[in-house]
Nanobody, 124 residues
Framework: QVQLVESGGGYVQAGGSLRLSCAASGRTFSSYAMGWFRQTPRKEREFVATISRSGSNTYYADSVKGRFTISRDNAKNTAYLQMNLLNHEDTAVYYC?????????????????WGQGTQVTVSS
């Protein structure tokens, strides 16, 4: 069992930055790939970024590539999403998720555990 708790969401003006954190319980955090997803009331949950268990492989949605950076600190059981140059289209609830597998994936159905989400609101 893995429990995930996101933090770092909030309100920011367009062009600003936020850093999301995802704290995981359990001793096997370093064995699993992790991902970030986001959802708005009008859209289905969409992929944002994913990182392999070692952190050596990452993959981003085209909409955030070059602006967002996913990283992890296995010693702290924590993953991060650094978000720069935010725009109104980035407004959403952001979720972190763990995939009980070492390889990255962008399909939300491949993930086994989810956090409760953190709201990010970007003013236009």
């Amino acid at each position: 069992q893995v429990q995930l708790v996101e933090s770092g969401g909030g309100y920011v003006q367009a062009g600003g930055s936020l850093r999301l954190s995802c704290a995981a319980s359990g001793r096997t955090f370093s064995s699993y790939a992790m991902g970030w997803f986001r959802q708005t009331p009008r859209k289905e949950r969409e992929f944002v970024a994913t990182i392999s268990r070692s952190g050596s492989n990452t993959y981003y949605a085209d909409s955030v590539k070059g602006r967002f950076t996913i990283s992890r600190d296995n010693a702290k059981n924590t993953a991060y999403l650094q978000m720069n140059l935010l725009n109104h289209e980035d407004t959403a609830v952001y979720y972190c998720a763990v995939r009980v597998h070492s390889f990255i994936a962008y399909d939300s159905r491949s993930y086994n555990y989810w956090g409760q989400g953190t709201q990010v609101t970007v003013s236009s």
